[in-house]
Structures are given as C-alpha cells and as structure tokens.
C-alpha cells in the first residue's frame, strides 16, 4: 500500500489548481484568483498582491487587498473598500525590496525588524484598520525571462485554531510552487488582453465615444453587478469563477459592433438621427456579435450574446433590440415559431438597418447582456459627451432605479444599487482620458 504524504497531497491539489489558472483568461480576474488560492493554499488571513506601473515600470500599484479578519466584520455580501496606491520600487519597502531585488523575504514579525535592515514595514493601513500584521511572506513574481510582474504578498498565516503563527519552510516551497505557475498563466492572460485592448482600439479610432476607459468602467462595474448577484442568488463557486472571467471580457466587446457602422452615422453630432440613420445604428449590436460566430469557446458565446442584446428591454418595449436574431440566417424573426416563415422574417444586410420584429423580453435576454446594459447605460449618464453633459451621481443612479422593471432586470438593479460605493470607486479610479 503506498501511504501518500501530506506534502505530497498538498502539492498535488496545487497541480490541480495551477491547471484552473490556465484557463483564466482575464488578467484582473486571474490575479484577484492568485491571491486568494495562495492564501487558502497555506491557510493566511491575508494579503495584498502588487503589479509593476508608472512609465518605466518604476513602480508598484496594489492591484487587490484581502483580510478574512475585516471582512467578517461587513454585512454579508459586502466588500471590502478598494484600496488606490503606487510606491517607488526601492529597497524601502518590503514589497520594495523584493521587487528590486529579485528575492523572497520570509518575515515571522513585521513589527519586530532589525534597524540594519533597509526597509521598514509601513503601520499606516494597520493603525486606519485596527489590524495587526505579523507574519509575512513576499515573493516577486517574475518571468522566465526575468521581467517582473508584481509581488505577492501573504500576510499572517494561521494553525488550525486561527492563531497567527510563522510561516515555515512547507508554506514557502507551497508558495513559490503555486507562485511559479501563476506567472505562467499570467503571460497568457497578457498576452490576451494585449489582443483585445487592440481590437477596441479599432473601435475607438471608428467611434471616439467608445473609449477605452469607458469599456473598462463597463467591465469592472459588470463584474461587480454579477458579484452581488450571483451572492443574492447563492450560485456555486466554480460557476462564479467561469462567468466572471468571460463576462470581464465580453463586456469590453459590448458595441464592438459600431466598427461596421458609416462614419457618417457614427460620428454624426446635430442634428440627432432620424428614424432610418437609428435603425443603421441599431446594426451595431448585429454586427458584433457576427465577430464571435460561431462561438468556438464560452467567451465567444457571452461575447455574441451581450454584443446582440444589451439593448433589449427587461419589459419587452418595442424600443429594446434587436429582439430574436438568427446569426445563421442573419434574420429577426417576429416569434418563436416563425423560423420558416420567410415573409415574416426580414434579412439583415451589413451595414443596413435592423428591422425589429419582436424584442426580447425578461430572462429571454442572457444574463451577461442584462448586466451590461445596466453598467453601460449608468456610464454614458455620469459622463460627458458631445452631444450632453455629465449627470450627477445621485441622477444617474435614480434613473437605473427608476428603470427597475421597464427597461432593467429589476435583480440586476437591486445588485447595482448595493455596490453604489464600489461604482463609484471605479468611476474615480478610471477617469476619461480629458478628466486626468
């Protein structure tokens, strides 16, 4: 009988996470997930995890904070505040030192350094959150080709009981294992949002409203909503990890759609549209969903589906679009039972108009595409565009309340109004390009 060790189960369940790394394609999301895996890995209450910024990678911003301590201390469902902040990469800090230096510190007190060292742990987070850190271990994570990424960082590991203990030799080899995978998966992830910040790209060169901060307020605000709902609705883990990742990025692809649409149109200021240059504008949403058919991956489906119908209405109204659409056919139908039909159905042509024979309506609209709408249409009212001003923040979330069962899904705007402060984090942290 062959007696499997501990240690050897313990790095074979990290081989088995290290494959679901892999598949994360969202570089936001794969690193909120490293943080989180290495902290269950060795049992920490927290830490922090940093990547490489400013114009020569002179700096490290913290990209996500968590503490199991101050999170018990929210109401159910809550977040903890996002945290905002870069520091120089020197051997001053911990995380400093380890980025500067290429090399591990394991730290049994962090209050308790010796003076010849170079760096000093900073108090200040500890003495604003009544915590107290003590053990740390901090690690670079760097590419085979030496680039650094960012740290990682854990904070306090914890025996059976919950009591902070140091970090031994086991959580080490634990995480520098999981740590050398997560870079891997990080160079992928990279290497894909690369190839998408070019794709919208494109669409902003075709439409300057479509900025690339705006579709990066709309994905972090859609990952949000989704978070909030999916704890309402009790959905399992590991569905929440597969939706979130596609929907991060499908949500960046919303009008990806307007990169058909005539110049004439698109950029048209005053007067507004008429009725037929609307219905050419409301190909958009056809169009971009044509890019992602037919789906060879889950993101491809997301994609096509919140591209297709994150302008639908929750009530059905005849303004929601463009309703049924076969991406086969490239057809609207006017009911379920019309597909043969074909004098009840009208033809789509590329860079034509879309005739709306029935809108969708309720749950017949993909969920991905109902949280977008919500993040999308909050967006454009809290900033400014050529043709209106900026709301306030009161008005602008008074109106997706006031839409709570007309033209959102009134579970989405229930999560949305929960997540008021987090939005609004994202709106202050993600400013358009003339706001900085």
Known sequence: MIVVSEKEKKLQSIIELENKLNEIQDVDVLLERILTETRRIVNADAGSIYVVSGENGTNLSIKYSQNDTQLRELPSGE??????????????????????????????????????????????????????????????????????????????????????????????????HFATAAVQALQHAY??????????????????????????????????????????????????????????????????GKVGVSDIILKKQFPRFTDDERNIMKGHTCLGAMLFYPPESSLDEMAADVALHHHERWDGNESGYPGKFDLDKLVTYSNENDAGAGQENTKFQIGGAVVVKRPLKGNEIPLAARIVAVADVFDALSHRRCYKDAWSMDDAFNMIQSEAGKQFDPEIVLAFMKIRERVISILTHIPDDEEV
Request: charge should be neutral; charged fraction near 25%; hydrophobic fraction near 35%.
């Open 79 to 176: 977040k903890l505040p996002y945290l905002f902040f870069s520091f120089p990469i020197n051997e001053k800090s911990i995380a400093g030192y380890v980025a500067s230096t290429g090399k591990s510190l394991r730290i049994a007190d962090a209050y308790d350094l010796p003076a010849e060292l170079p760096f000093k742990f900073n108090k200040q987070t500890d003495l604003t959150t009544n915590y107290r850190t003590k053990s740390m271990y901090t690690i670079p994570l760097k590419m085979a080709s030496g680039q650094l990424l960012g740290v990682l960082q854990i904070i306090n590991a914890q025996d059976e009981a919950g009591n902070v203990i140091p970090f031994d030799d086991d959580a080490e080899l634990y995480i520098s």
């Open 191 to 256: 290497n894909t949002q690369n190839m998408v910040r070019r794709m919208l790209k494109m669409s902003e060169f075709r439409d300057p409203k479509e900025t690339y901060p705006h579709v990066e307020r709309v994905s972090n605000i859609s990952l949000e909503i989704y978070d909030r709902w999916a704890f309402n609705n009790n959905v399992p883990e590991e569905e929440r990890h597969k939706f979130r990742d596609n929907l991060k990025i499908a949500a960046k692809f919303h009008d990806i």
